[in-house]
C-alpha cells in the first residue's frame, strides 16, 4: 500500500530553493541556534531510554553539524556521518570539526585509542545530499538522527520511505519536527492584517503536519513500534522586529515570495502585522511566539515481502498462528 498524500497548501518541493534558503541562514544561524540545539538535548535525553548500540549513525539535514559530537560520544565507537543540502552550512561544519581536532577537543576524544588513531587521517565524516534522495545503499545504517529538519518537505510522506531504505532491519529512526501550533502567533496576525487591508489570506509560513499523521506515515513506510509524542515551547520578544528577525534566520517562509517580495502593499501589510503582533503583548510587556515540537521515533520493522512480491515466513513465526491438533 502506498502512503497516503497528506492535505497540504505548501508548494511543490523544491530542493534548489530550499539550498538558497539555507546557504542564506548559515552565516547567522547562530543567532537562533538555541532552539535546535535545546530540542537536541531533550532528543538525547529520549535516547537514553532506548537500547540500542549502532555502528553506523547518520544525521540526516545536519546543518552545521552541532549534533554530530553529541552523537560521537554517545555512540563512542560508531560512525557518524552528516549529510545536508547546503554547501554553506557543511563548510561550518567542516570548519567547526577541523577546529575542535587541532585544539584537540573534537570527536575523536571519545573514541577507544585504536579508533582514534585510525579515523585521525579520515577527518569528519560529511555529505551534501538531499535528505529525501540519499546516495547510500540500502541498510547502511542501524541510527538515523534528524532533528528539526522533516518539516521542511512538502510530503514527509515520501521522506520516511527513503529514511526506511538506508536503515538496516531493526535500526532506528529518531527525529523531531514542528507540528500545526508553531507560529500561530504569527499566522493569527497576518489573517488579521489581512482582513484589515482587505486582502485576500495567503499562506505566510510551512504547514506542519499533525503529529497522528506523521505516525501513521511511518507504518505505512515499513516502520513498527512508532512512538510519537510532542510538547509546546513559548518564546518571548521585545518587539515584533526582533520576533521577524529570528523567524527569518529560522527560514521559515519557503514560498517563493519569501516575505511579501514585490508585492506593492508589503509595506501596509507589514505595519499591519507588527500592529496585531503588539496586541498579543502580555502583562510582562513581551510578545509570545508558539512552537510545538514534535518527536518521534521507530524501528524499520523486518520485510514481509520479497522485492519480487514474494511472502517472507520468519522461521519463528511458523507455527504461531496455528492451533493444536486434538
Not at 74 to 94: H, K, N, Q, Y
Amino acid at each position: 500500500m502506498s502512503p497516503t498524500p497528506p492535505k497540504t497548501s505548501r508548494p511543490a518541493y523544491d530542493p534548489r530553493h530550499l539550498r538558497e534558503i539555507f546557504d542564506g541562514r548559515a552565516a547567522s544561524f547562530d543567532e537562533v541556534a538555541f532552539l535546535p540545539r535545546e530540542i537536541a538535548q531533550r532528543m538525547r535525553e529520549r535516547l537514553e531510554y532506548i537500547k540500542v548500540a549502532p555502528m553506523r549513525v547518520l544525521d540526516a539535514a545536519c546543518g552545521v553539524g552541532a549534533d554530530l559530537g553529541g552523537l560521537r560520544e554517545r555512540f563512542a565507537e560508531a560512525s557518524v556521518t552528516g549529510v545536508d543540502i547546503s554547501s554553506a552550512m557543511l563548510a561550518r561544519a567542516c570548519a567547526a570539526e577541523a577546529a575542535d581536532a587541532d585544539n584537540g577537543a573534537g570527536w575523536r576524544r571519545f573514541l577507544p585509542s585504536t579508533l582514534a588513531k585510525a579515523f585521525g587521517a579520515r577527518g569528519p565524516q560529511l555529505a551534501q545530499a538531499d535528505f529525501s534522495a540519499l546516495p547510500f545503499a540500502a541498510g547502511a545504517f542501524e541510527l538515523l538522527w534528524s532533528n528539526l529538519a522533516l518539516h521542511w518537505h512538502a510530503r514527509p510522506d515520501l521522506v520516511f520511505p527513503e529514511w526506511q531504505r538506508v536503515l538496516k532491519v531493526n535500526g532506528l529512526l529518531m527525529f523531531s519536527t514542528f507540528g500545526p501550533d508553531t507560529l500561530r502567533e504569527l499566522r493569527a496576525a497576518y489573517r488579521e492584517a489581512e482582513r484589515t487591508l482587505g486582502l485576500a489570506p495567503e499562506p505566510h509560513a510551512i504547514d506542519f503536519v499533525d503529529m497522528h499523521d506523521l505516525g501513521d506515515m511511518l507504518v505505512e513506510s515499513g516502520f513498527e513500534i512508532p512512538v510519537m509524542d510532542q510538547e509546546v515551547l513559548t518564546i518571548t520578544y521585545k518587539s515584533p522586529e526582533s520576533l521577524f528577525a529570528d523567524v527569518t534566520r529560522w527560514g521559515a517562509y519557503p514560498f517563493e515570495r519569501a516575505f511579501e517580495a514585490g508585492r506593492a502593499d508589503a509595506r501596509a501589510l507589514r505595519g499591519a502585522v507588527h500592529g496585531a503582533l503588539e496586541a498579543l503583548r502580555r502583562d510582562d510587556g513581551t510578545i509570545p511566539l508558539t512552537f510545538e515540537v514534535i518527536y518521534g521515533h521507530a524501528w524499520k520493522a523486518v520485510p514481509r515481502m520479497t522485492a519480487e512480491g514474494h511472502g517472507i515466513v520468519r522461521l519463528e513465526d511458523i507455527g504461531r498462528g496455528s492451533k493444536p491438533k486434538r
